[in-house]
């Protein structure tokens, strides 16, 4: 049975608090899961929701593409997809893909051309509730800490993504740039799959803290003397942040056949040197979440390296003082809303 209504935090207006909101469940289609929201991580990319950084914000906003929670309900056609009533499953940024176009066809469905993201154009997953296509519900292994896995969902894949569309070898040195709630993960994932890794980061109070989550070294990024001594010596640096940087420095740092890849949301326009990527034969690159199939493989791997984010962990019904909390950079490193209705 689908659910009348659903309970939910929602805010009215951009960059406005969230307050207790209801709103109608849609008929469930054939295709549909419903899962009951158990917890549900907080990204960034809500934060720029919220505020309506992207112009593309419909209120009132209910957030939330970090889901975990149980299967309550299946349509017609799900109920044929392997996915069983009480089984824990989770969604990340998207919920519905078209399975016909040339991209799904060829197992790309999060580049699909009609690709919807679980928080644009419905309501998201600070809620009792959330629906998804069957696709994109996906099951969580049973050795992975499911109070701490959302944020694999989103923040999690992003990161593990380049490691597989990218060819990176164990061999490799791979910079991760600005260790946060993604980086902080990329640094994990790329340690366990044998690469050298070095942190770059502002921060130096978090050198420590880089080397426990994987790091052979620590760099500064502010240290244009310190990124000098190691231009031309990396075949992959990983941008997770979204601040402004030296990014010529940061070029420089590239082996021959290097690539310079984002997937932190830097806003400002980063300048290239056409000249620089030819002599060198490297290249700058950027990537969203990733596959179903991606997603299925990182959980996997995460699963047997024992990988799982660093999470802080929040009442559902204090949303806004989590939110306070990570505005403020306080989060270590990411935060879990635990669903309290």
Known sequence: MATESVRAWA???????LKPFSFAAEEMRPDDVEIAVETCGICHSDLSMLDNEWGITAYPFVPGHEAIGRVVALGEAAREKGLQVGQRVGVGWNVRSCLHCAYCLKGEHHLCTRVEATIIGRHGAFAERVRAHWLWAVPIPEAVDASAAGPLLCGGITVFAPLLN????????????????????ALMFLRAWGCEVVAFTSSPGKAEEARRLGAHRVLSSRDADEMAQHA????????????????NAILGLLAPKGRLHFVG??????????????????????????????????????????????????PMSRVNDAISHMREGKAHYRIVLDADF
């Open 265 to 314: 949301a830097v806003l400002e326009p980063v300048p290239v040197q056409v000249m620089t990527l030819i002599s060198a034969q490297t290249s700058v690159s950027a990537s969203p979440t990733g596959s179903r199939a991606a997603i299925d493989a990182m959980l996997d791997f995460a699963a047997r390296h024992g990988v799982s984010p660093q999470v802080e962990h929040f």
């Open 166 to 185: 990218l060819g990176i070898r164990p061999t490799d040195r791979v910079g991760v740039i600005g260790i946060g709630g993604l980086g902080h993960m």
């Open 11 to 17: 805010a009215d207006s951009a960059g406005g608090p």
């Open 232 to 247: 031309a010596s990396f075949d992959m640096v990983l941008v997770t942040a979204n601040a402004p940087l030296d990014w």
